[in-house]
């Protein structure tokens, strides 16, 4: 047994892989891509239609503006170069769910090209290439379950017929599915911070195809590659990269050949399955849209939309470094979210010390988020709630025991911090005479350590706070014990 995981990991250890992902992303604008319903998640099927989106015979598209400023802005955010004139472009295909019989794309001449986004990697950091970015219209909804006839029915819904998209082509430049999961938290990142989606994967605002192929190492031509679909959460591709590096390597070791093709990734299985062969370009027949001039985007549009992006995270996070003086860890969870990124920069100006709350996200916060399976913007104590924390044990007004109590409570409770707080009240002992007892009984059981403070072993201060705010029950006032222990031991 041991023998053949060895020989395996061996095996796999002499081939690499090679990656390339292409995203499609949902714009989050009000209205669809070339009619006016409302490009809306939810609606009852077929009411958020018309003879446009519905490919009725006679009706024309209507290039909606908003779309190419979001994808424009998201381009421009992934370091593309954007071209003046772009192209759209008919991709033939017969669908139940894609009425007029073709989709609106682009094919030769997309909106964007050249972009990158960096990932770290190791220890450091490696820049993988955009290909593309173009846009297109999102297809219907086959519904296939969930119905008394499903067995031998399928619904369709049009609602989505004519949401505006862009796709997002990497170049192959991933070389392990830890690349890939971070290409894809990265760009999603950007999406977020642009407020160009709301990638929810659930909801298919973000979805993700994955294209793989593996050779021997330090070979220079490309494996045949086989592309895996409609995998709907960044932990299953990496774990569909996984399986499917490991099923071509053994392919390929035993002397098999990888086909060309669509896969399909099962989750409850853990494993991909062949959809079907692979369509070529060519199979489309695309040809220029006859029905829309080519989209011009000046310089003047370009430079106005351009003056519309906002921090990106990568830059957020280094400004949150040098200006709370927090640590780069601590910058990633607080840049999680733009929304977050906000709330801990309003809260942090106007905390005592910044870096304080951001210590209190990391440790109280993060832990029991992650205990309670909670997403940060699910946290029932709010940034302003961590931040009043933050400045109670700044003040020494709540010992660090007393401020676990009190974040247990709110989580147990699903209560912000300021109303736990205000009830509960924590009792401190801030009577000197008091804690000068206990601090005397613990300086009378601990001579040895009284030996090397007095010998210049300053630090042993900390062992005598711990051990009185022990026997306080964490109650004594943190600002007046440091003081009054420092003031014992040295007189
Ligand atoms: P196709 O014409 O089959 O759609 P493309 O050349 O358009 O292929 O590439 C689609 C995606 O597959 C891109 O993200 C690209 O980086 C990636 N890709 C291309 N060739 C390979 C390969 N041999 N192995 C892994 N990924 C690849
Ligand atoms: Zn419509
Ligand atoms: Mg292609």
């Not at 997002?168 to 999603?188: F, G, W």
């Not at 992650?370 to 961590?386: D, F, H, N, R, Y």
């Not at 736990?420 to 000068?436: A, F, G, H, M, W």
Request: some cysteine.
């Amino acid at each position: 047994m041991a023998s053949a995981v060895t020989t395996a990991s061996e095996v796999l250890a002499k081939y690499e892989a090679v990656i390339g992902l292409e995203v499609h992303v949902q714009l989050l604008t009000e209205t669809k891509a070339f009619c006016g319903c409302p490009n809306r998640f939810g609606a009852p099927p077929n009411t958020n239609v018309c003879p446009v989106c519905l490919g009725l015979p006679g009706a024309l598209p209507v290039l909606n503006k908003r779309a190419v400023e979001f994808a424009t802005l998201a381009s421009l955010a992934l370091n593309c170069a954007v071209r003046e004139r772009s192209v759209f472009a008919r991709k033939n295909y017969f669908y139940p769910d894609l009425p007029k019989g073709y989709q609106i794309s682009q094919f030769d001449k997309p909106l964007a090209e050249h972009g990158w986004i960096e990932v770290p990697s190791g220890d450091g950091i490696r820049r993988i290439g955009i290909t593309r970015l173009h846009m297109e219209e999102d297809a219907g909804k086959s519904m296939h379950d969930g119905f008394a006839d499903s067995a031998t029915r399928t619904y369709v819904d049009l609602n989505r017929c004519g949401t505006p998209l862009i796709e997002i082509v990497s170049e192959p430049d991933m070389r392990t599915p830890d690349e890939a999961y971070e290409y894809l938290t990265r760009l999603k990142e950007i999406m977020l911070y642009t407020a160009v989606s709301d990638c929810n994967m659930e909801e298919g605002s973000l979805r993700c195809d994955a294209n793989v192929s593996v050779r021997l190492k330090g070979a220079e031509k490309f494996g045949t590659k086989a592309e895996v679909k409609n995998v709907n959460s960044f932990r299953f591709i990496r774990a569909a990269l996984e399986y499917e590096i490991q099923r071509q390597t053994e392919l390929v070791e035993s002397g098999g050949r990888v086909v060309q093709e669509t896969r399909l990734w099962n989750a409850a299985e853990g494993r991909t399955y062949s959809m079907r062969s692979k369509e070529q370009a060519h199979d489309y027949r695309y040809f220029p849209e006859p029905d829309l001039p080519p989209l011009i985007v000046t310089d003047a549009w370009k430079a106005e939309i351009a003056s519309r992006m906002p921090e990106l995270p990568k830059a957020r996070r280094a400004r949150m470094i040098a200006e709370y003086g927090i640590t780069e860890q601590d910058a990633h969870t607080l840049t999680a979210t733009r929304e977050f990124a906000d709330q801990f920069e309003e809260a942090a100006r106007a905390a005592k010390n910044p870096r304080r709350v951001a210590n209190l996200v990391q440790s109280e916060l993060t832990m029991r988020l992650k205990a309670a399976g909670l997403e940060l913007e699910q946290s029932p104590v709010t940034m302003k709630g961590v931040a009043q924390a933050a400045d109670l044990a700044e003040e020494g007004k709540l010992s660090s025991k007393q401020l676990k109590q009190l974040f247990d409570l709110c989580f147990e409770r699903t209560e912000d911090f300021g109303p736990v707080y205000n009830r509960e009240k924590p009792q401190q002992i801030t009577d000197s005479s008091v804690l000068e007892k206990m601090i005397d009984e613990v300086i009378a059981a601990n001579p040895a350590q009284v030996e090397q403070y007095r010998k210049g072993k300053k630090t042993v201060a900390a062992f005598f706070v711990g051990q009185v705010m022990k026997v306080s029950k964490g109650q004594a006032n943190p600002a007046l014990l440091n003081e009054l222990v420092t003031r014992k031991l040295d007189g």
